[in-house]
């Protein structure tokens, strides 16, 4: 399986954010890429870092105006897509999400993930914005393969990428748009794949995108393979990258490191007493 990880700048102009994205969709397929991951919320400015009420029209119905181009873009380069993107919710008409859509080579609408742990942090307002979500930690099947959604903040907690290697996923993508913790990027990521035994691919966004920026956001995407090892990564600038896992490798791992047979849920239910 090959995959891109593309970690972009962005401008105000959403149109300008959403081409520079399809251009490099249209780069991906010529280079026969099976599936390519955007960074969190591509399509726009990282609009957490103030609260400001206008952001609320940047929000979209998934599948909406930004997923439908990319669905096209997808089928005509012939590359699965991890979009993440805001969300305004079609049923209940005022609620916001931080979404992932994943869509097939075929350009079909596959489903969504949406973020469920939201920071509250100097330049990461996402309570203002967001609702935590509601849909769990499914699992996509993409050309026969399991692949898993984590969005930016979720990689701080250990429990969803549990939950979706048990539910099979062989690769967890990590859309990202983060200044914070540097020195648990890596770590953290490779920690997922390692307990795990997946491969986990990190996307963040690079640059800075107003005067003052404290944190700017610092790159670094990458791709860890079944035992934790960095299979490659990224610069601070933008670029994408360009991976082949060997899903094997999943199956191979486990063999040898059988942490997900040997796991003890009979005496993990005080994890839930603690609330």
Same mark, same amino acid.
Request: net charge negative.
């Given at each position: 399986?090959?995959?891109?990880?593309?970690q972009?700048?962005?401008e105000?102009?959403?149109?300008?954010?959403?081409r520079k994205a399809?251009?490099?969709?249209?780069?991906?397929?010529?280079q026969? &890429?099976? *599936?390519?991951?955007l960074?969190? /919320?591509?399509?726009?400015v990282?609009?957490?870092? !103030?609260?400001?009420?206008?952001?609320?029209?940047?929000?979209e119905?998934?599948?909406?105006?930004t997923?439908? +181009?990319? *669905?096209?873009?997808?089928?005509?380069?012939?590359?699965? /897509?991890?979009?993440?993107?805001?969300?305004?919710?079609s049923? $209940?008409?005022?609620?916001?999400y931080?979404?992932?859509?994943?869509?097939?080579r075929?350009?079909?609408?596959?489903?969504?993930?949406?973020?469920?742990?939201?920071? +509250? /942090?100097?330049e990461?307002?996402?309570k203002?914005?967001?609702?935590?979500?509601n849909l769990?930690?499914?699992?996509?099947? &993409?050309d026969?393969?399991?692949?898993g $959604?984590?969005?930016?903040y979720?990689?701080?907690?250990?429990?969803?990428?549990?939950? *979706?290697?048990?539910?099979g996923?062989?690769?967890?993508?990590?859309?990202?748009?983060?200044?914070?913790?540097?020195?648990?990027?890596?770590?953290? /990521?490779?920690?997922?794949a390692?307990?795990n !035994?997946i491969?986990?691919?990190? $996307?963040n966004?690079?640059g800075?995108?107003?005067?003052?920026?404290?944190?700017?956001?610092?790159?670094?995407?990458?791709?860890?393979?079944?035992a934790g090892? &960095?299979?490659?990564?990224?610069?601070s600038?933008?670029e994408?990258l360009?991976?082949d896992?060997?899903?094997?490798q999943? &199956?191979?791992?486990?063999?040898?490191?059988?942490?997900?047979?040997?796991?003890?849920p009979?005496?993990?239910t005080?994890?839930?007493?603690?609330?």
């Amino acid at each position: 399986m090959k995959i891109a990880l593309l970690q972009m700048t962005c401008e105000e102009n959403k149109e300008k954010n959403v081409r520079k994205a399809i251009d490099y969709i249209i780069k991906a397929g010529k280079q026969s &890429v099976d *599936m390519l991951c955007l960074q969190e /919320l591509f399509s726009t400015v990282y609009i957490a870092r !103030t609260q400001d009420e206008s952001y609320f029209e940047l929000a979209e119905t998934i599948p909406g105006p930004t997923i439908k +181009q990319l *669905m096209s873009a997808a089928k005509e380069s012939n590359v699965a /897509l991890v979009a993440p993107i805001f969300e305004v919710d079609s049923d $209940v008409p005022g609620t916001y999400y931080n979404t992932s859509a994943v869509i097939d080579r075929n350009g079909v609408f596959i489903g969504k993930y949406r973020k469920t742990h939201l920071p +509250q /942090l100097p330049e990461y307002e996402e309570k203002y914005y967001f609702k935590p979500g509601n849909l769990g930690y499914p699992v996509f099947q &993409v050309d026969g393969h399991k692949i898993g $959604v984590y969005i930016c903040y979720d990689r701080h907690f250990l429990e969803g990428p549990r939950i *979706m290697a048990l539910r099979g996923a062989e690769v967890i993508f990590v859309p990202t748009c983060t200044g914070f913790y540097p020195e648990l990027w890596e770590l953290e /990521l490779r920690a997922h794949a390692s307990f795990n !035994t997946i491969f986990v691919a990190g $996307v963040n966004r690079v640059g800075s995108e107003y005067e003052g920026q404290k944190h700017p956001f610092f790159g670094g995407s990458l791709v860890s393979d079944p035992a934790g090892r &960095v299979l490659a990564k990224a610069s601070s600038e933008e670029e994408m990258l360009v991976v082949d896992l060997d899903l094997d490798q999943v &199956v191979e791992r486990r063999r040898r490191a059988p942490f997900l047979r040997d796991r003890r849920p009979d005496l993990y239910t005080p994890l839930a007493e603690f609330t």
